[in-house]
């Protein structure tokens, strides 16, 4: 698939579904892939496997070929398949290129999670990614001290499809999309629907979900009302998506991939617990709390 084809699907909204477990904690592809499935088939424009709600960290490499091969089983060409990627350098370039030969369209690295990564180092690791890579690439940019340099670097790159901009830095966001050559990736908000709008007004386009699991036509709803400029419907809309994201801020962000799961499971699909260090399961009265939320989103 193009970066051009790539580039327009991250315009739109980029879903990540959660990974389905076993009774004994594997990874279930057949589960897996019903998960991509229903959230392809509800016309999300970009899927990301096996990304941070699909538990990207937790799962090992192996494993993340499983998931990226349930996601392209589950899509079936329905929408651009992401592959998640990450970790080593020499781990990531053999993820990208294993991807590839699944039939993956992209793949996104996740950001060095080395505690003595330095900035522009960062900056090195995706644009050798981004070279030794087979398919487009998306970046991950999750960590803070970048500068627009170093941005307007990552955004050049040919091979680099867009910039998955997932921190509060607005003022370097904004500098770095002015700064950088609109032909270049496309920056995209990081952060879902609580910050899209924000992003957008400072020049983003498209963002990140983990609600399509769950309400893709709320995610999309958001999407249009961006698209059309109306600021008033996107906020209203991420008003009442407000309580469930605000659950998923629990615990330091530690069940932010649990609420997800027990939506999906509530829905009928049962996905199994989060594994640790991710929070297992809610508690009883967070359960409850999630249930009359998600009952009140079907009226």
């Given at each position: ?30 589960i ?7 959230v ?75 505690p ?8 090195d ?43 509060t ?16 990736a496309?920056f ?36 249009d009302?961006?698209d ?31 609420v ?9 699909l ?29 009226g």
């Open positions: 698939m193009s970066i051009a084809t790539i580039r327009q699907a991250l315009k739109g909204v980029s879903g990540v579904p959660v990974t389905a477990y076993d009774d004994r904690g594997e990874v279930e592809p057949r897996t892939a019903k998960v991509y499935h229903r392809a088939a509800a016309g999300i424009h970009n899927i990301v496997a096996a990304g941070n709600t699909g538990e990207f960290y937790a799962l090992t490499p192996e494993e993340i070929r499983h998931v990226h091969e349930a996601a392209v089983a589950g899509v079936d060409g329905k929408a651009p398949v992401t592959a998640a990627i990450g970790r080593s350098l020499r781990e990531a370039i053999a993820m990208a290129k294993n991807a590839a030969v699944i039939g993956a369209s992209a793949v996104m690295s996740h950001q060095p999670v080395d003595f990564a330095a900035p522009a180092a960062q900056i690791y995706f644009c050798d990614l981004a070279e030794a890579s087979p398919l487009p690439l998306v970046a991950y940019v999750r960590a803070d001290g970048f500068s627009v340099d170093d941005m307007v670097r990552l955004a050049g790159h040919a091979n680099i499809a867009g910039i998955k901009f997932a921190t830095d607005l003022m370097l966001l904004s500098r770095a999309i002015a700064a950088s050559d609109p032909a270049g496309l995209v908000c990081g952060l879902a629907e609580s910050w899209a709008p924000t992003f957008t007004a400072a020049g983003a386009r498209g963002f990140t979900s983990g609600l399509v699991n769950v309400a893709p036509q709320l995610s999309l709803a958001v999407l009302a961006l059309r400029g109306d600021f008033a419907a996107a906020r209203a809309i991420v008003n009442k998506l407000e309580p469930f994201e605000r659950m998923r801020t629990k615990f330091r962000n530690g069940a932010n991939v649990t997800v799961k027990e939506a999906v499971t509530y829905s009928g049962n996905v199994g617990p989060v594994r640790v260090p991710g929070l297992p399961q809610l508690d009883q009265k967070d359960r409850e709390e999630l249930h009359r939320l998600l009952k009140d989103w079907e």
